[in-house]
Nanobody
Framework: QVQLVESGGGLVQPGGSLRLSCAAS????????MNWFRQAPGKQRELVAG???????HYVDSVKGRFTISRDNARNRVYLQMNSLKPEDTAVYYC???????????????WGQGTQVTVSS
């Protein structure tokens, strides 16, 4: 079994900051990409940021310059530092990762349960 567990969500005022964390645990052989998605009420889930095993990052345009994704390969963790938060960043944030459980090279998509981020005064 593999689990992804997010933490760090909450209520913050506009302009504030939050840091999300996601820990992958279980029977893990290798982790490829690690990503953060979000889903606001009535909207489709969108990819916010991603980071490859080699450290290459990408972001959706709406968060560039405000959010930073990073990962700790030794601890199987990924982080999302969110600065200058706006009300439109309000959503449930999900951790996602491609993980292989053995040396076969087969990767499976895993998701966390989500953590709520609310930006409001």
């Amino acid at each position: 079994q593999v689990q992804l567990v997010e933490s760090g969500g909450g209520l913050v005022q506009p302009g504030g900051s939050l840091r999300l964390s996601c820990a992958a645990s279980g029977s893990i052989f290798s982790i490829n990409s690690m990503n953060w998605f979000r889903q606001a009420p009535g909207k489709q889930r969108e990819l916010v940021a991603g980071i490859t095993s080699g450290g290459t990052t990408h972001y959706v345009d709406s968060v560039k310059g405000r959010f930073t994704i990073s990962r700790d390969n030794a601890r199987n963790r990924v982080y999302l530092q969110m600065n200058s938060l706006k009300p439109e960043d309000t959503a449930v944030y999900y951790c996602n990762s491609l993980i292989s459980r053995d040396f076969s090279g087969t990767y499976t998509d895993y998701w966390g349960q989500g953590t709520q981020v609310t930006v409001s005064s």
